[in-house]
């Protein structure tokens, strides 16, 4: 079975979504703010979840089923009570605004397979205290991790060829970073605002510094 989109979109009285084993496509905003939903269920039968599909529910976690191969733009956008997330090993990419504004999400195990995170995935998860991103990865989009302001330090895997624009903007506590040596190039306003940043390594390898890189990092020593 197909749920299509936009098919209970808006329905803000539903208090519980049980997806049962039958179904298998989640239609794009099928499910978008129903605001009352504190439990969602997800079968393992389902291979495809739509852009946008469950955006503003009231979850507090979410198990998101084995076979599922990319979680999609703006999927859990706005569950702010929003702290667990299960992410199988299946998934190899992440779209853009998956997580956004996700405001109580503390932690994140993101699995070897992934492959990409999109632009603004975490932006604004400002409860995020770790992170873990895997070696496989070698995208990340620009502003991934803006505004993480609980986010205390980050290793960037070996892989990674350019640290997107606004990747780590007013991330305000964090205070160790560590930059691979296949960065080659660091985006405008990657690191801005980053306040509480003492000391970054800056590897041989960077050849470009854009525009705002570090503006307003107000404690930092840089070495290279």
């Given at each position: ?75 859990f ?30 932690t ?45 330090s ?12 606004s ?22 306003s990657?690191?801005y ?14 050849s ?17």
């Amino acid at each position: 079975m197909i749920i299509g989109d936009n098919a209970f979109s808006y329905c803000i009285k539903i208090p519980k979504i049980d997806i049962p084993g039958s179904v298998t496509t989640i239609g794009n905003e099928a499910f978008r703010e129903c605001s009352s939903v504190n439990n969602l269920t997800i079968a393992d039968s389902v291979t495809t979840i739509g852009t946008s599909a469950f955006v503003g529910l009231n979850i507090t976690s979410i198990r998101i089923p084995e076979g599922i191969t990319k979680i999609d733009n703006y999927a859990f956008q706005n569950c702010y009570n929003l702290v667990n997330i299960s992410i199988p090993k299946t998934v190899a990419s992440i779209g853009s605004y998956a997580f956004n504004n996700c405001r109580n999400l503390e932690t994140i195990d993101i699995p070897e397979n992934v492959e990409s995170i999109g632009n603004n995935c975490f932006d604004s998860c400002s409860k995020l205290k770790s992170i873990s991103i895997p070696k496989g990865v070698t995208s990340i989009g620009s502003a991934a991790f803006q505004r993480c302001t609980s986010l205390p330090s980050i290793v960037i895997p070996e892989g990674i060829n350019q640290l997107s624009s606004s990747l780590f903007s007013q991330c305000t506590n964090l205070v160790n970073v560590t930059i691979p040596e296949s960065v080659t190039s660091i985006g405008s306003s990657c690191f801005y605002e980053c306040t509480s940043l003492p000391t970054v390594r800056i590897p041989e390898s960077v050849s470009y510094i854009y525009s705002y890189a570090f503006q307003r990092c107000i404690g930092i020593n840089c070495h290279t």
